[in-house]
């Protein structure tokens, strides 16, 4: 069993906290490799439903998606109904028609952001990508050309100041740290880390080696 198998299973024995979804949250800078570790988690929860915070953002507000987020998805989740959002078209700059985000036992929300405080009561559990912030966005202005190099010159602005004002790393449960082959994982910042360690819980309620 690798560790993703194992970081699966352990999400799958955190309580509900949102109806009867175990919301997690995956977060960091942009460019970090959250994409890639909700993807990889997702398939090892059994294609879990994985929520993309750029489907709810906008170029006006790229941080202003945390009433959409409650009113499409969480408060559907409490009454323990399917969710569903209307992704935005960031090429035609505008909302699209709505699709379904059903209630599945672990629902992953990806994105710059996803661990605020808005959101935090709704979460089972925080995941942070453990890669700084230049070098994490040198890998997405690699990733995106430089045809995108103006978007890239204001987002790190906008995310160096959503940061500033709203932190998710201080609260994160884990942090995940991208290696050659796989990921190491390790207790968040308000215990003391212990590297080896697929999902810690700073109360005792899991510990998962």
Request: proline letters at 8%.
């Amino acid at each position: 069993m690798n560790d993703l198998d194992r970081a699966a299973q352990a999400l799958l024995r955190l309580p509900p906290s949102c109806g009867p979804v175990r919301l997690v949250a995956v977060d960091g800078h942009a460019g970090s490799g959250k994409s890639t570790l909700a993807t990889r988690l997702s398939a090892a929860l059994g294609d879990a439903p994985v929520l993309h915070l750029d489907d709810l953002a906008t170029h006006e507000e790229p941080f202003g998606w945390t009433g959409g987020l409650r009113e499409q998805v969480v408060e559907p989740f409490i009454r323990g109904g399917a969710a569903s959002f209307r992704p935005y078209d960031w090429r035609l700059r505008r909302f699209g028609e709505p699709r379904p985000l059903p209630p599945a036992p672990v629902v992953l929300v990806e994105g710059v952001g996803a661990g605020r405080r808005e959101v935090r009561p709704f979460l089972a559990w925080l995941l942070w990508m453990e890669r700084g912030a230049e070098e994490s966005w040198v890998r997405g202005r690699r990733r995106d050309g430089p045809e995108q190099a103006a978007f890239w010159d204001g987002w790190t602005v906008a995310e160096t100041r959503h940061f500033a004002q709203d932190p998710s790393r201080p609260f994160a449960d884990t942090l995940v740290r991208e290696c050659q082959k796989g990921y190491e994982w390790l207790s968040g910042p308000s215990v003391t880390a212990v590297a080896d360690r697929i999902i810690t819980h700073r109360d005792g309620f899991m510990s998962v080696n």
